[in-house]
């Protein structure tokens, strides 16, 4: 009985406990910013990444990983998903007051896969099949309790202009029937209120409840993730931005694609969510056509992320999904942008994510071969200076591939 | 705040823009009609509007013949919105459901802006607005212009489902509740609008209401309609739904805007004096007279409504894209062209308060350019400018040059050109042979391996036939003819925009008779039309022949007599006329007519009478880059008659002359000879003013000709009466219209009357349907003739070579193996609509093939145009040599249809009109790389 208590207290301290500092030594390191390094080291203390460079000192107290002949880089981020929940939306149409953090489960195969696949910032937000979803969450893919996943609780609300009905003129009354009435009850209980308190504060001016994330909206306190899956989607979404001063994040499918120019100059982010190369039959002259989103997109001098194509055997993968850009006419610097830094900032967490940089988060990863070869896998991956995975360890490969692998 | 976002993309739009400047062109402004006038338009407005002879340095220049320009059109109901749940929803914004980036089909309508509305399905379907139609990066088009709350009161909106109303979130306990919408009748929709502005006007009865979130913000909507901040539009057909609209709109403070009005024109003093404006979609526009001669008082609705004041736009039910159409059917019943005009234009624009149908300095250019009258019926703009921007174009088709050269050229007169070039100028065969200079600008198509030969003629179809008519009060499209008669050419129902021409031209088919249906003994004209060139010369011959269809009949001799009848009443017609001409000049002698006077000339183009042409010195080029360093030789050649034929002598600057004999040989002229030892041969048709050909050395090709008659003739004038205009309107006007057509036909005798001496012989009266017999009875136009009964067909050849001497062309394809030797001894040509192989006695069986190895010309024809070119090359297969099958779809046609100087041939001066294929033409794999139609170059759609 004792030595069961003793493992306990022994987990329970690894957990709690500041982690060792940690140096992974002379490896190809891929900062993303900046230029990659041949044999350098990276060393991470509290969490944090202290050092990137060529020798760096190590001394008794830190853990040393040889990573010699490895690949050292940031973690990917994932911009968006609707993975990770039972299901992706709600039955009925305008649900703001839904938040992904209630329907999270620790225990999906996804999050386990995200840990494999070196995705270690997930932003999980409401689907598609909606008018306004509910407000998303942005976790990293270890912990049991959600409490434990979380980096940011309600990161934003998830709204969708792809008509449900075929009805678009329907659907954008109902949206902006919902916007209206959350901005009128907002004014109404400021007005109401107005003597409790100087500056704007939902309990004082008793903001409802159900209300709360639709007014933080519309104070620009929320940024609103806009799913468009046509070019008219978007210019829906850039007049919602300017009617109702909206922090807009767009979340492009397919079809958007002849909108681009649209967004040139705006400094929207922007998260390419559908295919990379769609085929579509050209409406003037019937011919079938391949259009090449990711080049279009920079033509149009747009940064953007790249997300995880869900149920996909290969676009699953971010190191996939970087690759194919390049496919498309990326640079390899714009390519794993698309992946890290862009997918950061554009989830509002660009200063800690995504780049091997002094004071970033330590989500690092140990890849055996460059992220763009296709040949990659994650051998080590770190979060927050902690070794969260070892592919040698792994316990559902050696289930699959048997102990040998 | 949502125009400030378009702001930015409009200015990178405009910056982007070439000056357009349209030439001496007929204008309306919006306003007014006046000639010879140019506008300048730049970056996006109008820019100058001057006089015919306003130039502008590096702008692109529209110069056409006799053309009009008119404001963008504007459509004052489009539905873009289907019924929703609700009943009562004026939050609902139409324009949220256009999408600036689908391909805009109204454009190519010429409308440029439109109110995109909530639909009818509903009492309170939504609220319309308006929409530009610029260029899809200029992001959207959404007008700042004030929606307006769209009530509709027929009764298509009532009986609105019930709501299903479900608990958020969802408990056990909760069952969803149901609520009943209003209204089921016309009361119902007058209680529920005043209870709406009832609550609007008073928050207390509101807040009673007890209303769920959309209702309260449907008030609130209303709200802004009783503050002037949203517009009221009515949809009302009857006289009762009318009368509440006016009552309602006064209620809610509105001046009434109606859109509907069927029985508009039975209120128009009450809506004058209430100051309303009227959308008018009534169909029946042309409903013409009632059977006791009255006019029907609906069809001049916009006049009468006008006319009391009331302000009139026209709008299309449903049929968006025939807004042109539609507002032609309401000149025709009496609304003035200016009226008509400003009604699709200006006058809409008014209605729905949008900043368009204006050309005045400063506004924004949305333009559109015809190459005739605008409402003439079946018209459709050349060139659509929205924003400045040219959006359609269909003006420059034939303009820039084109030039192929390719491994062989088979111009169809059974010679073969090898790496050849063919430039095409204009529209039409530049020259033929190797070393053509290309003009610079060219498009050079160049394709060593390819085969050109020249477009292809199919001798009958329905191709591109749109039959607009109307059905239960709508109008309806129809894809096929019946019976026409020969007051109507199958011409005049010919799209060259619809698919199937594309297709058809696709398949190298540039030239289509088309064909009325049949079962009469004179079903109706034959139309000769192009596909694949631009629309405006889309029609080569209203009636290029007629089409007899005797089918199902027996051999009797009425039924013989009874064709001969016609064609002997229509003999007697035309020497009426030429009757009345010398009696006309005999009397004019004697009566010397003084200045000014109106001429009655009539005088009808003859087949080329040869020896008083060739009288003439011809003179023009012979292109023979080979032979000549130079390129081409400048020449006179000179005719004199001879016991069989023609002696001729063509003389060329500095070099030997070509002396020879000339002589007719299947409708061509061939001169043979020699220059300068060496033999020669010239071959090419003739008409009265060209003869253009292919030139042979040595029995070379080398290379082709065209010389022209030297002093022309006095230019033969159409059959054309005094008034011009009610010609045009006898032949493009409805067939409804028929009574008012006949009044004005009749007119041309007595227009010149005024001035006239006594006693000078008047003209006959005009007759349209046997105008068409003209060409027939001369010779020069065919009948295409169908008889299942073997006596029955041999009665009528006989009957139509030996007493009329008529061109025919026999279509039924079971008779001929017995009728083959007669249609041979005749001279009568076989035209094939059936499949070229048939089931005879079990075997299998080619008519084609049969009628070609007996030396009878061959037409081929297919109801799918498209698949013209697969019916030869099975013929092929079945061993039809293809030179023959390559004739039956160019040369044979084109001389039947006596066309050999314009189609049917790769020679200078014709049509340019080529296919170019990747091999051996007709082999099973060859395929069409190319299409030229008249020098334009067709897309051709890939296939899956």
Known sequence: MLHWKLLALVVISATLAPAQALLLRGGRVIPVIGPELESADVLIRDGKIEAVGKDLASDGEMRVLDVRGRVVMPAFVIPHTSEGMDRPNEMVPVTPFLSVLDSLDSSRPFFEDCLRDGNYTIAVMPGEMTIIGGTGTIVKPRGLAVEEMLITGNAGMKLSLMPMSGNRAGHLAKLRAALDDAKRHMEDQQAKHAGASDVFDMDAFQVEQRRREMVRMLRGELPAWIACATAADVEQALRLEADYKLDVRLVLGNDTWRAFARLKGRKLPVILAGEFQPREDDPETGKEVVRNLPQLLKEAGVRFAVTTAPGSLARRYMWYQAASLVRCGLSREEALAAVTTNAAEAIGLGARKGALDKGRDGDVLVLTDDPLSGLAWVETGIIGGRVVYERAKDPRLSEIFGAGR | ?944
């Open chain 2, 1 to 944: 705040m949502r125009c400030l976002l378009l702001v930015p993309a409009l200015l990178a739009v405009v910056l982007a823009q070439e000056p357009l400047l349209f030439r001496n062109v007929t204008l309306f402004d919006g306003e007014t009609l006046s000639a010879g006038r140019s506008v300048l338009v730049r970056e996006g407005k109008v820019a100058t509007i001057g006089d015919a002879t306003l130039q502008a340095a590096g702008a692109k220049v529209f110069a056409v013949d006799g053309a009009f320009l008119i404001p963008g059109l504007v459509l004052a109901d489009a539905v873009r919105v289907g019924p929703s749940e609700r009943s009562v929803w004026p939050q609902v914004l139409a324009t949220d459901a256009h999408d600036a980036y689908a391909p805009q089909a109204l454009l190519d309508a010429g409308i440029t802006t439109f109110w995109a509305s909530p639909g009818r399905g509903r009492f309170v379907p939504g609220s319309g607005g308006v929409i530009s139609l610029a260029a899809a990066d200029a992001g959207g088009g959404v007008q700042p212009a004030l929606p307006a709350v769209h009530v509709v009161l027929s009764p298509a909106a009532f009986n609105p489902p019930h709501i299903y109303v479900p608990a958020v979130p969802p408990g056990p306990e909760d069952r969803p509740g149901i609520k009943r919408q209003l209204p089921r009748t016309r009361g119902g929709a007058a209680m529920a609008f005043r209870e709406l502005l009832e609550f609007a006007r008073n928050a207390a009865a509101a807040e009673a209401a007890e209303l769920d979130e959309d209702e309260r913000g449907a008030v609130a909507v209303f709200a802004d309609v009783l503050a002037k901040k949203r517009g009221l539009r009515f949809r009302a057909d009857s006289v009762e739904e009318i009368t509440l609209a006016i009552e309602l709109a006064r209620e809610a403070g509105h001046a009434p805007v109606i859109e509907g009005g069927a029985e508009a024109w039975q209120l128009a003093k009450e809506l004058g004096s209430a100051g309303a404006a009227l959308i008018l979609e009534q169909p029946s526009v042309d409903a013409g007279k009632s059977r006791f001669g009255e006019m029907d008082p609906a069809a001049d609705a916009a006049a009468r409504l006008a006319a009391a004041g009331v302000r009139v736009a026209i709008a299309p039910l449903n049929a968006e894209g025939e807004l042109l159409w539609l507002a032609g059917r309401h000149e025709n019943a009496g609304f003035a062209k200016e009226r008509v005009l400003r009604a699709i234009t200006r006058g809409a624009a008014e209605i729905i308060g949008a900043e368009a149908g204006l050309v005045r300095e400063g506004a924004s250019a949305d333009l559109l350019l015809f190459d005739r009258d605008p409402l003439a019926a079946g018209t459709r703009p050349i060139v659509v400018v929205a924003h400045g921007r040219v959006m359609r174009d269909r003006s420059a088709g034939s303009d820039s040059p084109v030039a192929v050269r390719a491994g062989r050229v088979l111009p169809g007169d059974g010679t073969v050109l090898e790496d050849a070039t063919v430039l095409i100028v204009k529209g039409k065969i530049a020259g033929v042979g190797r070393g053509i200079t290309i003009p610079p600008g060219a498009r050079i198509l160049d394709l060593p391996e390819a085969v050109v030969v020249p477009g292809f003629i199919n001798a009958g179809a329905q191709t591109g036939v749109r039959n607009l008519r109307e059905a239960d009060g709508e109008a309806v499209t129809d894809a096929s003819l019946g019976a026409l008669g020969l007051e109507q050419p199958p011409s005049s129902f010919f799209d060259a925009e619809q698919d199937d021409v594309e297709s058809a031209a696709a398949g190298g088919v540039t030239s289509l008779v088309l064909m009325p249906g049949g079962g009469r003994n004179v079903s109706g004209a034959l139309s000769l039309v192009k596909c694949g060139s631009a629309a405006s010369e889309a029609v080569s011959a209203k009636i290029a022949g007629v089409f007899s269809d005797f089918t199902g009949r027996r051999h009797s001799e009425q039924e013989v007599d009874g064709l001969r009848k016609i064609l002997d009443g229509a003999k007697k017609y035309f020497e009426s006329f030429e009757k009345w001409k010398k009696d006309l000049a005999a009397f004019d002698e004697k009566n010397p007519p003084k200045a000014a006077e109106v001429s009655h000339q009539v005088t009808r183009s003859k087949a080329p009478e040869a020896r008083t042409i060739l009288g003439d010195a011809w003179r023009g080029d012979v292109w023979a880059p080979e032979v000549v360093a130079e390129g081409h030789i400048r020449c006179i050649a000179r005719f004199t008659p001879d016991k069989d034929g023609f002696k001729v002598k063509v003389e060329a600057a500095g070099r030997d002359p070509f002396e020879g004999t000339a002589r007719f040989d299947g409708g061509e002229l061939v001169a043979e000879g020699t220059v300068a030892g060496k033999s020669f041969v010239a071959r090419g048709a003739l008409t009265r003013h060209e003869w253009s050909g292919t030139a042979t050395l040595e029995g070379k090709v080398a290379g082709t000709f065209l010389l022209r008659r030297e002093r022309e003739a006095p230019k033969p004038a159409e059959v054309k009466p005094a008034d011009g205009k009610s010609a045009e309107a006898a032949k493009d006007g409805s067939a409804k219209n028929g009574s008012a057509k006949n009044g004005e036909a009749a007119k041309p005798a007595e227009t010149a009357k005024s001035d006239e001496p006594k006693g000078r012989p008047k003209a006959p009266a005009k007759n349209e349907a046997m105008e068409a017999w003209k060409g027939v009875l001369d010779g020069e136009a065919p009948i295409f003739l169908s008889a299942d009964n073997e006596r029955l067909a041999r009665a009528l050849l006989s009957m139509l070579r030996d007493e009329f001497d008529v061109r025919v062309a026999f279509m039924e394809s079971r008779l001929l193996p017995e009728l083959l030797p007669l249609m041979k001894e005749l001279g009568v040509a076989y035209a094939s609509v059936s499949a070229p192989v048939l089931k005879r006695e079990g075997r299998d069986w080619s008519p084609v093939l049969e009628a070609a190895r007996a030396g009878v010309p061959v037409l081929l024809a297919h109801r799918d145009s498209a698949r013209l070119m697969d019916i030869a090359s099975h013929a092929v297969q079945q061993g039809l040599n293809s030179d023959d099958a390559l004739r039956m779809l160019t040369r044979w046609p084109a001389l039947v249809l006596n066309h050999q100087q314009k189609i049917g041939g790769i020679q200078m001066g014709r049509d340019g009109d080529l296919v170019i294929l990747d091999g051996e033409p007709f082999a099973p794999a060859t395929r069409i790389l190319h299409v030229v139609s008249k020098g334009r170059l067709v897309p051709l759609k890939e296939k899956e």
